[in-house]
């Protein structure tokens, strides 16, 4: 450990130089990856800019979950539908499990208004946020029909 800061102490310029490649490798990386939105400002945007919400996770992972409003568009069908998503004047929020996937869609895209939402679905649902789907359409066409009785 001694050799190590005697090392740092005698090669600061070294160490400088490594300290702005750092830097400059996450901001490089942060900005190929797009911008990132938490699920809070998600709503704001939609309220306020009416920002679009593409989900790109596969249809039945779509049809499980959502995000009211969001439409699907898998990762797989996005390459095809590029020109559709560039065309959209106002913000792109860009929906995935993680918010991995959603940085690779972005460098895709390759537009300036586009976004991720922090933590994808995982962490919309994290933050305590609803998703509709599949079970919620189910509810309402069962909601004031009688349950079905196990006893006769």
């Not at 942060?30 to 919400?53: D, E, I």
């Not at 995000?67 to 913000?91: C, D, M, V, W, Y």
């Not at 537009?111 to 998703?131: E, F, N």
Request: net charge positive.
């Amino acid at each position: 450990m001694d050799r190590a800061l005697e090392f740092v102490g005698h090669h600061p310029f070294l160490f400088g130089i490594l300290a702005v490649l750092i830097v400059l490798f996450f901001a490089i990386e942060n900005k190929r990856s797009g911008r990132k939105v938490s699920p809070n400002t998600l709503g704001m945007m939609v309220n306020s800019q009416n920002a679009q919400l593409i989900d790109i996770r596969a249809k039945k992972k779509f049809s499980t979950g959502y995000i009211q409003g969001s439409r699907n568009i898998p990762f797989t069908e996005l390459k095809e539908r590029l020109e559709e998503i560039r065309a959209i004047e106002h913000p792109v929020i860009i929906i995935c499990d993680m918010g991995v996937q959603a940085g690779a869609a972005i460098q895709m895209i390759g537009k300036d208004s586009v976004y991720r939402l922090d933590g994808g679905i995982g962490g919309w649902q994290a933050g305590g946020m609803p998703l509709v789907g599949l079970k919620d359409v189910q509810a309402k066409q069962t909601k004031g029909k009688n349950k079905p009785s196990l006893l006769k």
